[in-house]
């Protein structure tokens, strides 16, 4: 119990400086060097990423960049809750953002440690299923801490989806996105899938007769290109 409450005082939160990524809080997301970038979503769900901090001093530092708006009006109550636990979760701490100027930002800083730690870190949206709310952050992890490179070199868009688009107005059902570049339904369509752009993760898509050109966002779906709040195919949290 002790060495769990030398963890706990590790991280205390103060007001600072500050790509979401995965869905799955057993298999989070791996931050890379420098700004990471993602689209908390209260329609998709909570966002999980994970680093190491190292003998040394540390910080972690998330910012609200582009909140969700409601017709052009920012909504009160969106907040977005950020979580940093140990690997084994015996320990947590948590801090609260807001758009608003003065509490759009928070840091994680950690004092002098004598051992590696891997650390898992959430980014959840508000607790709301019928009215988008959420929007763009950051987060940047800095100081001496260690990162995994991405476990799997297979293109990101090769999993299945929930779509929220119809082949005219007909459902698809769930949607695969298959290794060969071939689609399938659940309802019976099949397609085809290319990349178009590997930079922006951009694809060209052919289901049936309806071709549409879409992007990938870690942890959200395919989106409309420079439309992030328009899911076409939303991925599956699961």
Not at 32 to 47: M, P
Not at 67 to 89: A, F, H, K, Q, W
Not at 217 to 234: A, D, H, K, M, S
């Amino acid at each position: 119990m002790r060495k769990v409450s030398l963890l706990i005082t590790v991280f205390f939160l103060a007001m600072g400086y500050a790509s979401a990524q995965s869905l799955k809080p057993a298999d989070p997301y791996p931050l890379k060097a420098g700004i990471n970038q993602g689209t908390s979503d209260s329609l998709v769900g909570t966002h999980y990423w994970y680093f190491y901090v190292t003998p040394g001093n540390n910080t972690l530092r998330v910012r609200f960049k582009n909140p969700t708006t409601l017709y052009g009006s920012e909504l009160s109550n969106n907040v977005l809750t950020i979580t940093v636990t140990d690997e084994n979760r015996n320990w947590k701490a948590t801090k609260f953002i807001k758009s608003s100027r003065n509490e759009n930002e928070a840091t994680f800083v950690s004092k002098k440690l004598d051992q590696k730690i891997k650390l898992i870190v959430s980014i959840a949206p508000p607790n709301q299923s019928l009215i988008r709310m959420g929007g763009d952050y950051e987060i940047e992890a800095t100081g001496d801490v260690a990162f995994d490179e991405v476990k799997s070199a297979t293109d990101p868009i090769i999993r299945t989806y929930d779509p929220k688009v119809m082949h005219y107005s007909e459902s698809y059902g769930a949607t695969k996105f298959l290794p060969d570049g071939k689609i399938e339904t659940a309802t019976g369509f099949s397609g085809t899938w290319k990349l178009f752009d590997r930079e922006n993760r951009i694809y060209t898509v052919v289901i049936g007769s309806i071709r549409y050109s879409l992007q990938y966002l870690p942890g959200y779906g395919l989106v409309r290109p420079g439309e992030p709040n328009i899911i076409e195919f939303q991925e599956l949290r699961r």
